[in-house]
Every structure is written in structure tokens, then in C-alpha cells.
């Protein structure tokens, strides 16, 4: 019998860079892209009706930004990882994603394997 996949939601601003992320995801037959989303709000919204175990979250977007949408996803869903996922890399913007909640912090160079082995490793953590 197969495992279930790992249900994930993307939010980012970017449609293009989302749909990056989806033809990478659906190529792995353990991982399943549940529904996407284009700013905080709609994210949180998101996981409220499909209840993923990942999150992959973008930081500039419209209102919440990705930091507060983080924030309230990890208050409201604790079971959710949310991986944050962004082209800024200072370590700051890495200290305040941990502060918000985020189970791991990648940039947006990150490469696919890195990414899909924090995908995975979220879900060892259920």
C-alpha cells in the first residue's frame, strides 16, 4: 500500500515562480500540491480548508506578508510546518522567520533536492 503523500500549499506572489515550484513537486509521487495562493491572507485561508503538513511561503506579499501569515499559521495550525522560502537570505530575515514560527528557512536558490529534502524532513516531524 502507498504512503500518503506529504499536501502541500505554495504561497507566493510570483504565479510564475509557483508553477516552478508545482512541476517539481508533482514529479514526486510522495508529495502532492493541494492548492496554491498569491498573498497571506489567501494562504492562511488555504490551510485553513486543506490542511497541509507543508507550507512553503514566500515573505513579500500583499497583506499579511509572509512573516505575519507564518505567524498566524503556526498559532492557528500548529501540526503545519511552514517552510519559508525566499529570494532575502540575510540572516535577519532567517531570525525573524524562526521567531514567526517557520520550521526552516531555504532561499529561493536553494536547488531542488534542498528543497525537497526539507519538504520531507517536515514530515518526519509529524
Do not use: W
Request: proline content about 4%; some cysteine.
Amino acid at each position: 500500500m502507498a504512503a500518503t503523500p506529504i499536501r502541500i500549499v505554495i504561497v507566493d506572489d510570483n504565479k510564475f515562480y509557483r508553477k516552478i515550484i508545482c512541476s517539481i513537486i508533482k514529479k514526486n509521487t510522495s508529495l502532492q500540491v493541494v492548492a496554491e495562493a498569491e498573498g497571506g491572507l489567501s494562504g492562511i485561508q488555504a490551510v485553513k480548508t486543506h490542511r497541509p503538513e507543508v507550507v512553503l511561503m514566500d515573505i513579500n506579499m500583499p497583506v499579511p506578508d509572509g512573516l505575519d501569515a507564518t505567524r498566524i499559521i503556526a498559532t492557528m495550525f500548529p501540526d503545519t510546518k511552514v517552510i519559508v522560502l525566499t529570494m532575502h537570505t540575510d540572516e535577519i530575515f532567517s531570525d525573524r522567520a524562526h521567531k514567526a514560527g517557520a520550521y526552516c528557512f531555504l532561499g529561493k536558490d536553494c536547488g531542488k533536492e534542498k528543497l525537497l529534502s526539507a519538504i520531507k524532513a517536515c514530515s518526519l516531524e509529524q
